[in-house]
């Protein structure tokens, strides 16, 4: 039912480790792919985006189908891909994360907290932001949140490794 | 199950003009083992009301009622609708009703598991007891049963109903022995009876105008739960349900009232330890005080450790004497199915909810449901956050990765996890850029690149978008791994082997352990 905190530890088999693997070979693949010359604020926002994508595709691969939200997130990546086959451009800039904007949920919560009582709003909220939470029940949302919580973190984690990694090597 | 009881009795009650039906119906409950619930109400029916005329009744009822259990543990059999008393049929169907609309599971039932074995027992000391008044020691004797098994074990309706219902008359008896008022006792039997019943009655069949007259009963049983205070909805309202009852019921033990509770709570299987209480001898005969204690246990640890029930994220236990009284203040909750799924619900999310306090840093100050949950997703939407401020910070930073620096910087992650690589490795940009030509499958052969200064060919799988990396961690041709191998090994410690033979996975796997190994 719930996942254990604790990531598993052997690295052949760590969900750290698939992310790892499989968003670092995106990065090289997209900074390959783009001139890392250009530091046009297009290029760089469409760079931003498809790193985005990838870090989170990456998560939800590694996750593969184990998942309701790893699901939710692929199966709308693969919708938007099928939808925009053939003009990547418009599924790197559609790819997104389903959480709204982050200024839009504050407000959310506020208005809904002076709306009603209850927890029906955070549960709401929530199922914004976790992929695939409209369709849960509140019981699945909480441990789907716990697992998406610890992808985030991992996510969090190695990118933000990955960043210090190229600072320092500047 | 209380309520069913109740109901039962007061069906009983009313059915004890028709004195007659019950004979018939007795004489007929021989024959199913359905008729147990019958045997059951009839037993109870007989020996409060003294209608039948049979010399011991009890003893008729028990006997046809031991008898069919072991006939009635072999299978499921359809509920005698056509049975010889209408009334009976209606009593059963009402009980069936109460389990059909309350969300009463079997699993619900609390039972030992080897419910058919203690049946055969319990018929023994059943069939021995009968001879005298119902007695404590033919409660005692099936307590024992049922101690002997007191492992939580979801009910199969059937088989633990034949036990249940051979146990109403231990419970029966041990009502009187402790001095339950008849009615007190009629409203225990009933919990107990309709626990079984419920039980029987989610594999059996009820009429469908059987369905009313348990609406009916459970109304009835409502009534007399609420004056017993038992109720049987709520889990934690089964502690209160205990304490209730046991404040109506002076005379009954703490056994009794954990098995009320018990029959109340019987829908509720918690998986939490029943360690807590065992009740006594006495009040253990039947499988629902057994069930109830253990359920009683259960609830009442839950209520210890938990606290959940009435106070959300309330982290302090009730004391063990408060058990009770904490249950009682619950017991104002509705007492019908639905509640008790819903205690369940709540509990399951409570449990949820404490492990994403663990998860989500500073939510130990935080208590409530909804501040929890604001908590989270404050978490959740700053996690996310992070993440795009991090992918912007890597597209605007020039990643001149190489394979050194990707091989360094893998490693780094997988020997410290959680932490930053501030000074592990020579930073080399060369190093980084070096990585990033190279197609992202090839993680290893970056680095045997790097070791080789050789370019691997970038095997471009056609199927990549652009972003469908994880597809497209493919082998590639493994050359320039072979070369590499002397270096790849002074890179690579064990994780990153694994990992390389993980990232890899897609292809069969043997080729890349081959090579490095």
Same mark, same amino acid.
Request: hydrophobic share 30%; glycine share 6%; net charge positive.
């Given at each position: ?18 992310f ?36 989170? &595709? ?50 959310t919560?506020?208005?809904? &907290? ?14 914004? @932001?976790?992929? *695939?939470?409209?369709?849960?029940d509140?019981?699945?949302?909480l ?28 | ?38 045997? *059951? ?9 003294n ?13 046809s ?59 023994s ?16 004797? *099936? ?35 402790l ?48 004056? @017993? ?38 829908r ?29 246990? &259960?609830?009442?640890?839950q ?14 236990p009730?004391?063990?004497? &408060? ?40 939510c ?18 700053? @996690?996310?956050?992070?993440v ?16 050194n ?9 997988f ?20 990585g ?80 490095h190994?």
């Amino acid at each position: 039912m719930m996942n254990t905190p604790q990531q598993v530890k052997n690295p052949s088999s760590s969900l750290k480790s698939r992310f790892i693997t499989r968003f670092l070979g995106a990065l090289t693949k997209i900074t390959a792919e783009d001139p890392i010359s250009s530091s046009s604020p297009t290029r760089i926002f469409q760079r931003y985006r498809r790193i985005k994508v990838a870090s989170n &595709k990456s998560m939800a691969y590694s996750v593969r189908s184990r998942r309701i939200w790893s699901r939710a997130m692929l199966s709308r990546f693969r919708s938007r891909r099928s939808a925009f086959s053939g003009r990547r451009s418009s599924v790197k800039t559609t790819n997104c994360t389903t959480s709204p904007p982050p200024a839009l949920i504050k407000v959310t919560i506020n208005e809904k &907290k002076t709306a009603k009582g209850g927890l029906d709003m955070q549960t709401d909220e929530l199922r914004e @932001l976790v992929p *695939g939470g409209e369709a849960m029940d509140v019981c699945n949302l909480l441990d789907e949140t716990a697992h998406y919580i610890k992808c985030l973190t991992t996510q969090v984690q190695v990118m933000r490794k990955i960043v210090d990694f190229y600072h320092l090597s500047k | 199950m209380e309520k069913d009881q109740v109901f039962m009795g007061e069906e009983l009650n009313r059915a004890a003009a028709a004195q007659a039906g019950w004979n018939s119906c007795s004489s007929g409950m021989e024959m199913e083992t359905d008729e147990l619930n019958c045997v *059951g109400s009839c037993f109870l029916n007989r020996k409060w009301h003294n209608s039948m005329d049979q010399s011991d009744p009890f003893e008729s009822a028990l006997s046809s009622m031991v008898c069919s259990p072991a006939a009635s543990n072999a299978g499921s059999t359809n509920f005698p609708a056509s049975g010889d008393n209408t009334m009976m049929t209606d009593l059963i169907g009402k009980l069936g009703n109460i389990c059909n609309t309350g969300d009463i599971s079997p699993q619900s039932f609390i039972k030992p598991p080897n419910n058919n074995n203690n049946c055969s027992s319990n018929t023994s000391c059943y069939t021995s007891s009968l001879d005298s008044p119902p007695k404590l020691n033919l409660s005692m004797m *099936g307590g024992n049963q049922i101690l002997k098994h007191p492992s939580l074990v979801p009910v199969s309706a059937d088989p633990g109903f034949a036990e249940r219902a051979a146990r109403y008359s231990c419970f029966n008896g041990l009502n009187a022995q402790l001095g339950v008022t008849e009615a007190e006792f009629v409203q225990l039997t009933r919990v107990s009876t309709n626990q079984s019943i419920m039980v029987t009655g989610s594999q059996v069949h009820v009429p469908d105008s059987n369905k009313n007259t348990l609406q009916n009963g459970n109304s009835c049983s409502h009534k007399r739960n609420s004056r @017993l205070s038992r109720c049987s909805s709520p889990e934690n309202g089964d502690s209160k349900d205990e304490s209730s009852i046991s404040e109506q019921i002076p005379g009954v033990g703490s056994s009794i009232k954990a098995q009320n509770d018990a029959n109340a709570r019987k829908r509720k299987s918690m998986p939490r330890g029943k360690a807590k209480e065992t009740p006594s001898p006495a009040a253990a005969d039947a499988k629902i005080a057994e069930e109830n204690d253990e359920s009683t246990a &259960k609830r009442s640890k839950q209520q210890n450790d938990s606290a959940k029930a009435e106070n959300k994220e309330n982290p302090k236990p009730p004391e063990p004497p &408060k058990d009770y009284i904490h249950v009682r203040a619950r017991r104002g909750q509705a007492t019908d199915s639905h509640s008790l799924a819903e205690r369940v619900r709540r509990e399951k999310i409570s449990e949820r909810m404490k492990f994403l306090q663990d998860l989500v840093p500073g939510c130990n100050k935080v208590t409530g449901k909804a501040l929890m949950l604001d908590e989270i997703i404050n978490y959740v939407q700053s @996690l996310q956050r992070q993440v795009e401020f991090l992918s912007m910070k890597l597209a605007t930073v020039n990643p001149r990765m190489n394979a050194n620096t990707e091989a360094l910087l893998s490693k780094d992650m997988f020997r410290s996890r959680g932490s930053l690589p501030h000074s592990h490795y020579p930073m080399d940009s060369s190093v980084l850029a070096f990585g990033l030509r190279y197609q992202p499958q090839q993680g290893l052969p970056m680095n045997n690149v790097i070791s080789n200064d050789t370019q691997i060919q970038f095997s471009m799988n056609p199927a990549n978008a652009a972003l469908h990396k994880t597809q497209g961690l493919q082998l590639p041709p493994v050359d320039g791994i072979t070369d590499a191998n002397p270096q790849i090994g002074s890179f690579w410690d064990d994780d990153l082997q694994s990992i390389v033979q993980m990232g890899f996975g897609q292809n069969p796997p043997q080729s890349c352990q081959s090579k490095h190994s």
